[in-house]
C-alpha cells in the first residue's frame, strides 16, 4: 500500500509558475512510476507527466510539453511537478498517481494503483 499526499497547489497569475509535490509513504517509492494528472470543472481526468522508477524516463502530455517538468528524489519518497509559463487552460485539480506501468500505455489513468487526494491550481488571465 502507498500513501500519496499532494502539495503546492495555489492561486497564480497566467505567466507564473509553481512547483507542485507529492509525498509518498508505504511500500519502496523507488519501485514505482509516477504520474501527474489533472482534472478541471466539467472535464474527465487527463494525463500531464511520468517519469519511470529508474533511469529517470519521462513523458509529457503534448499541452504541457516543454512548459512543465516532472522529476523525483527516491531519498525524499517524493515526486516534483514544476510548472512554468502557467496557462488559464491549466487551472484542474492535480493529482499524482502511483503504479508499475505498462510505458507504452503510461497516459492510462488505469495503469495507477494508488492516488493521492489532488491539489487545486488556478490560473488567473
Known amino acids: 500500500q502507498v500513501q500519496l499526499v499532494e502539495s503546492g497547489g495555489g492561486l497564480v497569475q497566467a505567466g507564473g509558475s509553481l512547483r507542485l509535490s507529492c509525498a509518498a509513504s508505504g511500500r519502496t517509492f523507488s519501485s514505482y512510476d509516477m504520474g501527474w494528472f489533472r482534472q478541471a470543472p466539467g472535464k474527465e481526468r487527463e494525463f500531464v507527466a511520468a517519469i519511470r522508477r529508474s533511469y529517470g524516463l519521462t513523458y509529457y502530455a503534448d499541452s504541457v510539453k516543454g512548459r512543465f517538468t516532472i522529476s523525483r528524489d527516491n531519498a525524499k519518497n517524493t515526486v516534483y511537478l514544476q510548472m512554468n509559463s502557467l496557462k488559464p487552460e491549466d487551472t484542474a485539480v492535480y493529482y499524482c498517481?502511483?503504479?508499475?506501468?505498462?510505458?507504452?500505455?503510461?497516459?492510462?489513468?488505469?495503469?495507477?494503483?494508488?492516488w493521492g487526494q489532488g491539489t487545486q491550481v488556478t490560473v488567473s488571465s
Open positions: 498517481a502511483a503504479g508499475s506501468v505498462n510505458w507504452g500505455v503510461v497516459a492510462g489513468d488505469n495503469e495507477y494503483d494508488y
